[in-house]
């Protein structure tokens, strides 16, 4: 039986309930992957899974149109000290539905699920669709998206569902993490010592405040780098040989992570060394006629400052969703029962005009 929007609606939010109620931190997936392959086959779509991503294409495949991809993930940071409210007990407060996950990501997963529920039996399509619940999106890990890519044709473009407000992020910044060491010369704290490594470190520090990067991008503005972890010393009187430091740096469409390490190694003031190059920026042109559907329906557009799934995407990607940004990773996690129906009405409408095209 074909469901329309509101119904669609429904069954997202009672998913997404059920997805709360299952812990799923990265890499500890199982269940809830195993939950999503039964609700989708219980809508009548066949489904694959290799390790805990699913997914699932049209009904109607065809291997001479291009592939649209659906994407969102499944998985769950651990929940914060700061919460409150049981993070595993879905319930519904002032039109508010709690629970660890259900900002980020679920209601948007939850949604796109529904909308590949909505469109999986539709023979007039444009593009192909390909939907994919995926794991370890939180923590990078080898059984993400990444490993999940290669045995899955080329994507043309793709939607990755992430909490925007149903607002366009055209644009995405990449992500480079630096281990950073100022050396000193280890020594007894009760003598002398003009090498304190601790000391070497106050004008490396203020290098990094400082530090500018020439190119700014026109959607997600200028690269922003920052120190975010210091690591030194074992003991009272003892002077450390070096101080650690970890350097956050997201990174624009105006540079590849390649440039910016090979710029950062040579011109930091200390010894870098960075953990992937792996996670780049992306973006889809505003002309896109994917785009221009959002655009058609009110939707804004914007360059993201946080990382998804699309970093390890080659194709141009829009990163699209319902819920809020900064509610993602925080304590009592919550998402408003009315974005989760939006979700779904405006996924649809935009793929409506997106694919009559």
């Not at 009904?59 to 651990?78: C, F, G, Q």
Request: some cysteine.
């Amino acid at each position: 039986m074909k469901l329309d929007k509101k119904a669609l609606g429904t069954e997202a939010l009672e998913l997404l309930k059920q997805l709360i109620a299952i812990p799923s931190f990265s890499e500890e997936e199982d269940e809830t992957a195993t939950l999503i392959d039964n609700w989708l086959q219980g809508h009548g779509v066949a489904t694959k899974r290799q390790y805990n991503n699913i997914y699932s294409f049209n009904k109607y495949y065809d291997e001479n149109k291009p592939n649209l991809l659906l994407n969102s993930h499944h998985d769950t940071v651990k929940p914060n000290k700061a919460y409150t409210k049981d993070p595993f007990h879905p319930h519904i407060e002032d039109g508010k539905l709690y629970g660890l996950g259900s900002n980020d990501a679920g209601g948007a997963l939850c949604s796109l699920l529904a909308t590949f529920v909505h469109f999986y039996e539709r023979e007039d399509l444009s593009y192909n669709i390909i939907m994919s619940a995926t794991a370890e999106e939180e923590d990078a890990g080898d059984k993400s998206i990444s490993a999940l890519l290669p045995i899955l044709p080329e994507i043309d473009v793709a939607i990755v569902g992430e909490p925007t407000q149903m607002q366009l992020a055209i644009a995405e910044k990449g992500l480079v993490v630096f281990e950073g060491t100022v050396e000193g010369t280890p020594s007894h704290a009760a003598h002398p010592n003009d090498n304190n490594a601790i000391y070497n470190t106050i004008q490396v520090l203020e290098w990094f405040k400082n530090y500018q990067f020439e190119k700014v991008s026109d959607v997600l503005g200028p690269v922003k780098m920052t120190v975010t972890q210091i690591k030194a010393g074992s003991q009272h009187n003892v002077v450390p040989a070096q101080v650690d430091l970890v350097i956050d740096t997201r990174v624009n469409d105006c540079y590849t992570n390649e440039e910016i390490n090979e710029m950062l190694q040579r011109e930091a003031p200390c010894k870098l060394r960075p953990r992937s190059l792996n996670l780049s920026s992306s973006s889809i042109p505003i002309e896109h006629p994917l785009v221009q559907s959002g655009i058609a329906l009110g939707r804004e557009t914007y360059g993201s400052p946080t990382l998804s799934d699309q970093a390890e995407l080659s194709c141009q990607s829009l990163k699209l969703g319902p819920g809020y940004s900064p509610r993602s990773h925080s304590a009592d996690e919550f998402i408003y029962v009315d974005e989760v129906y939006e979700g779904v009405q405006l996924y649809i409408d935009i793929l409506e005009g997106f694919l009559a095209n």
